[in-house]
């Protein structure tokens, strides 16, 4: 199993920036693909950004150019820089992991309120 704990969410202010953080534990030698989902109230959890054990990274059209996704392999950590902050991406953010057993994992969520 893995585990994922995010942290890094707030308050801010639209066009200031938040970075997020979910570090792994568990069976992290099994992780394939780490990604941040997020949902807004009253909407369905959507992609934001993943990042897959080569590298690749792929965004959201609603986030690109905007958010960068990072990891620090050996602090078992992803990150989710986010600038250019707008009222919509308010939302709570998760960290899922997909390992290669194709088992989806999910941290519990951290929120991020932007103000206009």
């Known amino acids: 199993q893995v585990q994922l704990m995010e942290s890094g969410g707030g308050l801010v202010q639209a066009g200031g920036s938040l970075r997020l953080s979910c570090v792994a534990s568990g069976s992290i030698g099994s992780i394939l693909v780490m990604g941040w989902y997020r949902q807004a109230p009253g909407k369905e959890r959507e992609l934001v950004s993943t990042?897959?054990?080569?590298?690749?990274?792929r965004y959201a059209d609603s986030v690109k150019g905007r958010f960068t996704i990072s990891r620090d392999m050996a602090k078992n950590t992803l990150y989710l820089q986010m600038d250019s902050l707008k009222p919509e991406d308010t939302a709570v953010y998760y960290c899922?992991?997909?390992?290669?057993?194709?088992?989806?994992?999910w941290g519990k969520g951290t929120l991020v309120t932007v103000s206009s």
């Open positions: 899922q992991v997909e390992t290669s057993f194709r088992v989806h994992y």
């Open positions: 990042i897959s054990i080569g590298g690749s990274t």
